[in-house]
């Protein structure tokens, strides 16, 4: 009698326990189907609010199962960028990407875009004079293209005679350049060689100093 409600108890257990695996299973899909459908990264706060129901441990588990899953050698990686999650292409397999979508030239960066946005990753926040000291040519059309890609973005006023636009990247800087946040660019000589142009002589700088609301008044003149 005893072993057979013993063999009961060993069955219920067994049943839970299986259950348990396919529910993470099940959390694992809908979260890989999340972050492959999402055109943006999606970050841990996003995901946790589209499972709402789901304890916040359990979504955690399946998301670092997840990771494991893509630790194995195959087409696609799971990264973390900009803050969040996202299905990419495997680097060295982007020349066969690039070959089924026919990438057109003009989508791609001119090389003064790319030296300007260089000097804005590693010097920013960054006025235009100081960009153009530095690269010793006008920027203001290749600031303008900036912009509009939305890889930069204008972050305050310098507080100085004139009060120029300070420029710093966006978070679609980091997503189309792979960066989980800032501290993961390469140095100036590994950035340059990976973008194919000479480094930018990025002098240093002056500690930046506060920024000022783009709606604030000009200060009085003494």
Request: without cysteine.
């Amino acid at each position: 009698m005893d072993e057979d409600r013993e063999r009961e108890g060993r069955a219920e257990q067994e049943g839970q326990v299986g259950q348990v695996g396919q529910a993470g299973a099940e959390l694992k899909a809908i979260l890989e189907a999340l972050i492959f459908a999402s055109p943006d990264p999606l970050t841990p706060k996003a995901l946790f609010k589209i499972v709402e129901g789901e304890p916040k441990e359990d979504i955690e588990a399946a998301l670092a199962d997840l990771k494991r899953d893509y630790e194995r050698p195959g087409g696609l990686q799971l990264v973390e960028v900009a803050g969040g999650y996202q299905l990419v292409t495997r680097p060295d397999l982007h020349e066969w990407v690039r070959r089924l979508f026919h990438e057109r030239t003009t989508q791609k960066l001119s090389v003064q875009a790319l030296e300007t946005l260089a000097v804005i990753a590693y010097k920013q926040p960054v006025t235009a004079l100081e960009i153009a000291e530095i690269r010793g040519v006008n920027t203001a059309g290749v600031l303008n293209t900036l912009l509009e890609r939305h890889f930069i973005k204008i972050v305050g006023r310098k507080p100085v005679v004139g009060r120029p636009f300070m420029y710093a990247t966006t978070r679609e800087f980091l997503i189309r350049f792979g960066l989980k946040d800032l501290n993961d660019l390469p140095d100036v000589a590994q950035m340059s060689e990976a973008l194919g142009f000479e480094p930018p002589a990025l002098v240093e700088q002056t500690p930046a100093e506060a920024l000022l609301p783009l709606d604030e008044p000009d200060p009085p003149i003494h």
